[in-house]
C-alpha cells in the first residue's frame, strides 16, 4: 500500500493511507470546519481513555481540504466476520461485550445524552410540537449518566486487527446513560439499513423478508 491510496469512502471524507502507520481522515470541499474541529477533539478525548479507540494525531489540511490523522488500524469490520461465518452469536456476543467494556469508562466535561437528544428532538420535522413536548418531559425523568457512549454502535463500526477490537466513529460520542446507548444500538440493528442492506433490499420480496428475519434475529441475540 502507497501514500496516497484511498480505502475507504463515506458520504463526509475519504479514507487515505498516509504511510508510517497512519491514515487520513479527508473531509469533502465545504464540510464545516467546526465540525471538524469538533470531530478532533472528541477523538483525542476519547482515544485517551478508551484503549479500543484509534488515536487521533492531528488536523492538517490537504489541497484546500482538511482531515484528521489517525493511528492505521488493519483489520476488517465485524460486520464482514458476521458476513462470512453466519454466525450471529458469536459474533453479536462480541458485539455486546465490547459495549459493556466501553460503559466502565466514565467521561465529564462532554457532550451531554440528554441535550443532544433533546436538540433532536426539537429539531425533527416528524413530530407536532405537543409530542415533541411529551417526549423531552419523559426523557427528563430518565436517569442521568456519566459514562462513554457511542450511539452509533454496531457492526460496521467495529474493525477487528490482530485479535483485538477497535470501536471508529465517534461523530455522536456522549457523556450519558449506558441504557440509552444500548437502546440506540439495538433500534439500529432492528430497523436500521447499512451500505450492503441497502443492495440487499432493491432484489425482491423474499431478500427483503430474509433481510427482516436476519436483522430481528440479530437484535434479539
Not at 489541497?63 to 453466519?86: D, H, M, P, S, V
Not at 455486546?96 to 457532550?111: P, R
Not at 450492503?196 to 431478500?207: A, L, R
Amino acid at each position: 500500500m502507497e501514500k496516497g491510496d484511498v480505502i475507504g469512502c463515506g458520504r463526509e471524507a475519504e479514507v487515505i493511507y498516509w504511510g508510517n502507520d497512519r491514515v487520513l481522515k479527508l473531509f469533502y470541499k465545504n464540510f464545516p470546519s467546526s465540525i471538524i474541529d469538533f470531530r478532533f477533539k472528541v477523538d483525542t478525548l476519547i482515544g485517551n481513555i478508551f484503549p479500543n479507540c484509534p488515536k487521533a494525531f492531528e488536523k492538517i489540511e490537504e489541497n484546500a481540504r482538511f482531515g484528521i490523522l489517525y493511528e492505521f488500524i488493519e483489520g476488517i469490520t465485524l460486520n464482514k466476520t458476521l458476513a462470512q461465518n453466519k454466525k450471529i452469536s458469536k459474533s453479536t456476543k462480541i458485539l455486546a461485550e465490547l459495549h459493556v467494556k466501553m460503559h466502565k469508562y466514565e467521561i465529564t466535561a462532554f457532550n451531554n445524552q440528554k441535550n443532544v437528544l433533546v436538540k433532536a428532538i426539537n429539531e425533527t420535522n416528524l413530530l407536532q410540537n405537543d409530542q415533541k413536548k411529551e417526549i423531552i418531559n419523559y426523557l427528563d425523568t430518565l436517569p442521568d449518566g456519566n459514562k462513554i457512549c457511542h450511539m452509533d454502535f454496531h457492526f460496521e463500526n467495529i474493525i477487528i486487527s490482530k485479535n483485538k477490537l477497535y470501536v471508529i466513529d465517534w461523530a455522536n460520542a456522549c457523556s450519558g446513560n449506558p441504557n440509552c446507548d444500548v437502546a440506540r444500538t439495538y433500534y439500529v440493528l432492528k430497523y436500521g439499513l447499512g451500505s450492503t442492506d441497502e443492495q440487499y433490499i432493491k432484489k425482491s420480496f423474499i431478500h427483503r423478508s430474509l433481510l427482516r428475519v436476519a436483522k430481528s434475529l440479530v437484535a434479539k441475540s
